[in-house]
Structure formats: structure tokens, C-alpha cells
């Protein structure tokens, strides 16, 4: 069992920057890809960032390519989302979560239904 708890989320002027982070219990953090989602009111929740348990691969959308960023602390037992030049597109509740993967078969998963642990969510807000 894996319990995530994001924080970092608030009110942010478009331009501006935010980090998530995503505490996890458990010992075995390593063993987990991990992934970051969001859902805005009215929309599908959608990928935005996924981790290997290295940190060795990543991958964003392409709506955040070049903005935000996905990092993890394994000894802390912390994934990141660093955002930056954040647009009012950007804003809904972002949702970390995690899979477990086999060391041997590393690999990033980008489809929710891959993950079988999620935090409560986190709302981010962009003013124009």
C-alpha cells in the first residue's frame, strides 16, 4: 500500500511558477513509477508528467513540454512537478500518483488506468 500526499498548489499570476511535491509512505518508493495528471472543471483528467522508479526516464505532454519538469528524491520519498511560465490553461487540480514497476522492466507509464495509487489532489489556479 502506497499513500501520496500532494502540496504546493495555490493562486499564481500567468508567467509565474509553482513546484508540486508528492510525499509517499512505504518503503519501497523506488519500486513505483510515478506520474503526475490534472482535471480541470468540465474536462478528462489528462497526463502531464511520468517518472521511472531511477528517475532515469521521463516524459511531459506536449501542452507542458519545455515548462514543466519531473523530478524525484527517492531517499525522500518525494516526486516534483517544477512548473513554470504557467498559463490560465494550466489551471485545474493536479493529481500524483503511482504503479508498481519491475526494476528489471524500467519504464514510465502515461495512462491513468496504469496507476494503482493516487494522491488527493492539489489545485493549481493561473490568473490572467
Known amino acids: 500500500q502506497v499513500q501520496l500526499v500532494e502540496s504546493g498548489g495555490g493562486l499564481v499570476q500567468a508567467g509565474g511558477s509553482l513546484r508540486l511535491s508528492c510525499s509517499a509512505s512505504?518503503?519501497?518508493?523506488?519500486?513505483?513509477?510515478l506520474g503526475w495528471f490534472r482535471q480541470a472543471p468540465g474536462k478528462e483528467r489528462e497526463f502531464v508528467a511520468a517518472?521511472?522508479?531511477?528517475?532515469?526516464?521521463?516524459n511531459v505532454a506536449d501542452s507542458v513540454k519545455g515548462r514543466f519538469t519531473i523530478f524525484r528524491d527517492n531517499a525522500k520519498n518525494t516526486v516534483y512537478l517544477q512548473m513554470s511560465s504557467l498559463k490560465p490553461e494550466d489551471t485545474a487540480v493536479y493529481y500524483c500518483?503511482?504503479?508498481?514497476?519491475?526494476?528489471?522492466?524500467?519504464?514510465?507509464?502515461?495512462?491513468?488506468?496504469?496507476?494503482?495509487?493516487w494522491g488527493q489532489g492539489t489545485q493549481v489556479t493561473v490568473s490572467s
Open positions: 500518483a503511482a504503479a508498481f514497476n519491475f526494476r528489471f522492466a524500467e519504464r514510465i507509464k502515461e495512462r491513468w488506468n496504469e496507476y494503482e495509487y
Open positions: 512505504g518503503r519501497t518508493f523506488s519500486s513505483y513509477a
Open positions: 517518472i521511472s522508479w531511477s528517475g532515469g526516464m521521463t
